[in-house]
DNA sequence: ACAAAAGTGTTCAACGTACACCCATGC
DNA sequence: GCATGGGTGTACGTTGAACACTTTTGT
């Protein structure tokens, strides 16, 4: 499938000198993480290529020849959940010769992250549905490998910000906070040392509710102030402010 | 010059059920850092591509058909300084639509950390050779914004693992090693508690050397116990172990 | 009354930071 | 003997970790 796989320069540029005619693929493959039920999920579907048949694999497709990398991402979330502006990452580049079956294609992963009930999914074709991230064992292509590195990323990442958070509703209790982090870290915390840290941080907004229908003493119920933490001062990492 | 940019199918598959017949260029850039005069250097060539000739550029090339992206680093990286076996990783991918005058080419980043005495310039086309990072303020097509994200990661990286120890001879002084983190981050260090915290990690080992030609009192020489660093638990990034 | 989770403070250890003096060498 | 950087220790503040009891609500 790869056609005319034929370099016409071997001078070395700084750049390459034009674009070469031998085809290779570029998509993108997103990790569309959610939380429901204390348990960290992701979005997939079925594959119908073989020899990965039925075999789960990420969401993903072509990056067309006219559009930005992440608009691609965009489209394919908007596609699938019917939601904008969701919160999304770049994280690696996977692009071994023989990932794809049929010729070489280079993907871009990307990590997103989305409220599970704040969305509705679309063009339900080959079973598109939310796994437990626990129980995935096998997938199509190399997508666990980009999945275990997502997931890595995250793990990483929510430990140095508040990203968990829009995995959440919008308004929410520290225990819905820390059973979160717990089951995403996969440790146990303590319960006066997370909240000690979260409220020190000054970023949670006390809504004056509490929760209802709980079996126990209701907690109050928080929103994360987004304006104010825009307005903090953060590092930089790989040219990007968070 | 981006050919046939057509898309035979539409039916949003989970991956490209095909690749694709219209072109789209892989490159990779890397972004070659040294070490000397107390200066963070990175190796450039001048490109000789309107509208960006005579413009500073990474090394870059496109990644052959049948070869893995790693490969296409290594094979650069050779190609120019003779080395093999390169400390580099993946930093990020940029694929603006415009990002190339010629088509449309995504290029995957690379971050590389070599000795810039232990390595010797080859094919010297274009004015290759090495610049001090903190001069350069223009370049050839996005490569500023690379060199930038690069920069970054290396700043945040060194912090947390002993990455900058490869862009230093392999014995060498405290001071040495103080010189380069405070260049490299940018910031003066308290020579008391920087030397503290690099004998707490337990990973350098005291050669028995001294410098010679300086005038003043000749400091200790050390190595890196990279044996031991390689048996040290490390947490992953990115699926990657360091 | 009982079950279940909410809410709350203190102590200790580890770590980072600030800071000043004497020592060895070259010139 | 003077200039230059090498080499060292202590005190303090901050941060993270461990740990138990009272309060509120639903059943």
Redesign the interface.
């Not at 997939?44 to 290529?49: A, F, G, N, T």
């Not at 590092?235 to 040219?239: M, T």
């Given at each position: 499938?790869?056609?005319n796989?034929v370099?016409h320069n071997n001078?070395?540029?700084?750049?390459?000198?034009?674009?070469?005619?031998?085809?290779?693929?570029?998509?993108v493959?997103c990790v569309i993480f959610g939380f429901e039920d204390n348990k960290l999920k992701v979005l997939?579907?079925?594959?119908?290529?073989q020899p990965?048949k039925d075999h789960w694999?990420?969401?993903?497709?072509?990056?067309?020849?006219?559009?930005?990398?992440d608009a691609a991402v965009s489209r394919?979330v908007k596609?699938?959940t019917g939601l904008n502006d969701v919160y999304m990452e770049?994280?690696?580049?996977f692009?071994?010769?023989n990932r794809?079956p049929?010729?070489?294609?280079?993907t871009?992963s990307y990590c997103s992250l989305i409220n599970i009930r704040h969305n509705e999914l679309k063009?339900l074709?080959?079973e598109l549905h939310w796994h437990d991230v626990q129980e995935i064992k096998e997938m199509?292509?190399d997508h666990k490998?980009i999945l275990?590195?997502c997931y890595?990323?995250l793990q990483?990442r929510m430990q140095e910000h508040p990203l968990g958070l829009r995995l959440l509703e919008t308004e929410f209790s520290l225990r819905d906070l820390q059973l979160l982090y717990e089951n995403i870290l996969g440790e146990k915390m303590d319960r006066r040392n997370f909240r000690k840290k979260f409220f020190s941080m000054g970023l949670l907004i006390d809504t004056g509710e509490l929760e209802n229908n709980v079996p126990h003493r209701p907690g109050k119920l928080y929103k994360f102030d987004y304006e104010k933490y825009g307005k903090t001062k953060k590092?930089?990492?790989?040219?990007i402010d968070f």
């Open positions: 499938m790869v056609k796989p370099i001078h070395f540029p700084g750049e390459p000198a034009h674009v070469p005619d031998f085809t290779v693929g570029i998509s493959d997939l579907i079925k594959s119908d290529m990965y694999s990420l969401l993903g497709d072509i990056v067309k020849p006219d559009e930005d990398i394919i596609d699938r770049q994280v690696r580049t692009g071994e010769v794809h049929k010729g070489r294609v280079i871009i063009i074709d080959n199509a292509f490998q275990d590195a890595n990323w990483y590092k930089k990492w790989l040219g």
